[in-house]
Each structure stands twice: as structure tokens, then as C-alpha cells.
């Protein structure tokens, strides 16, 4: 996976840019280009649909389905549940993640 600078810089060079002149088609500044491929500035992702739309490119996101880490008979047995009770069990958990963070949190404050 490419981070945000390095698809910057990658497209820059593959279109024989300099900083100076991506920045100029963009409406920005060579220093934001720069720190965009250093990583000290992090792009939104309009940003850098406009950097690749000044060099005639086409940014393209996307989403893949990934392997869920439960059992099949597990997540089966839970969709036969009540809403009523499936919600309950997500709050749980819920409470449960905010209780861990509360005390992860106050063992970094109190150093």
C-alpha cells in the first residue's frame, strides 16, 4: 500500500513535473507539494483528486470485502436473536471498549 506522499510523488514524476509546476496546476504552492511527499502534511482526499485530475488522472478508492474473524455458526445463532437483545449485546461490548480506553487513558495521564 502507497502512502499519500509517495502517490504524490510517483504521479508528479510519472507526468515529468517538478513541485513547481504540480503545485501551479493545482492552485497551491510548491512547499505544499513538498510537504505532502515528505509526509509532514497529510493531503485530504480532494486534494489529492485535484493533484491527479491536474495531471489528467483519475483517483480511484475502493473498498474490498474482507474475512470476517468470527465463525459462521456464531454469527448465524446471533442473527437469530432479537434486535432487542442483539442491541444489548453491541452495547456491551460498547461499554465494555469505553471502560478499556477510560483506563488505558488514565494509566497514560498518570505516567
Known sequence: MMDAGSFVRVLRERHRLTQ???????SSTQ??????ERGTL???VAM??????????????????????????QLEEQLRLPIEQRLE?????????????????AALLDG
Open 20 to 26: 513547481a509546476e504540480l503545485a501551479y496546476r493545482a
Open 31 to 36: 512547499q505544499v507539494i513538498s510537504r505532502i
Open 42 to 44: 497529510s493531503p485530504t
Open 48 to 73: 489529492l483528486g485535484r493533484l491527479a485530475a491536474c495531471c489528467g488522472e483519475e483517483l480511484l478508492l475502493e473498498g474490498r470485502p474482507r474475512e470476517v474473524p468470527f465463525e459462521a455458526a
Open 89 to 105: 449485546l453491541a452495547l456491551g461490548w460498547d461499554r465494555f471498549a469505553g471502560a478499556i480506553h477510560g483506563r488505558a487513558l
